[in-house]
């Protein structure tokens, strides 16, 4: 079946670091990938998407590209900030018929002023 | 004036106890779930109901009935409650006709004692 995999958590980063959150998937078909944040206490929210091989989505300075010849989708930002300290999650759905959500298994990021 | 909304947003009770979770959206979206969230913050889907018809269920032990009483609400109804069921459940919605991202509840923080 479809999988995600994340890179292992937690991440410590000092604010303005470069951040990259690796994340893979095997999936039968075409999905699309997400990547989904959740701050403390807080429910999950789209931070950016992509729907097709070499799509970037884009997001509060987050980027992440659609790689079908590695499989990946990593998660970059240049600059990161207090504020983006939160549980980052990778996912995919299949482009047909209901959307299903996999999830990759959350990489937990502090960063330290 | 919140998306998904899910109440309550804690639940503690004893072992045995029959309970509920309720989710509304008010999106106008065709398609709910729910997503346990368990202590490592691994994400899994359990349902999905599209227009009040279930579409996906997971290996959920059967003391887990959904029910959706129209388009805009899922409710989550657990029987014999077992210290296992302890997680934070989300409830999710999504317009497959539109093809939207999918928007989540807070969640609710469900403990077994």
């Known amino acids: 079946g479809d999988s995600v995999t994340q890179m292992e958590g937690p991440v410590t980063l000092s604010e303005e670091a470069f951040l990259t959150i690796n994340c893979t998937y095997t999936a039968t078909g075409y999905p699309s990938l997400f990547w989904y944040v959740q701050y403390p206490g807080e429910g999950l929210q789209l931070l950016l998407k992509a729907t097709k091989a070499d799509d970037k989505g884009s997001n509060k300075g987050f980027e992440a590209t659609y790689r079908k010849e590695t499989t990946s989708f990593h998660l970059e930002k240049g600059s990161v900030q207090v504020s983006d300290s939160a549980v980052y999650f990778c996912?995919?759905?299949?482009?047909?018929?209901?959307?299903?959500?996999?999830f990759g298994q959350g990489t937990r990021l502090t960063i330290n002023p | 004036d919140t998306a998904v909304s899910q109440t309550p947003k804690y639940l503690v009770t004893q072992m045995g106890n029959d309970k509920s979770i309720k989710c509304e959206q008010n999106l106008g979206h065709d398609t709910m779930y729910w997503y346990k969230q368990d202590s490592k913050k691994f994400l899994k889907i359990m349902f999905s109901y599209n227009n009040k018809e279930l579409i996906i269920n997971e290996t959920v032990p059967n003391r887990f009935s959904p029910k959706s009483p129209d388009k805009a609400h899922l409710n989550l109804h657990i029987n014999s409650l077992e210290l296992g069921d302890s997680a934070v459940y989300f409830c999710a919605s999504y317009d497959q006709g539109r093809n939207t991202e999918a928007f989540f509840g807070q969640g609710t923080r469900l403990t077994v004692v």
């Open positions: 996912a995919l759905s299949e482009v047909q018929g209901a959307q299903k959500l996999v």
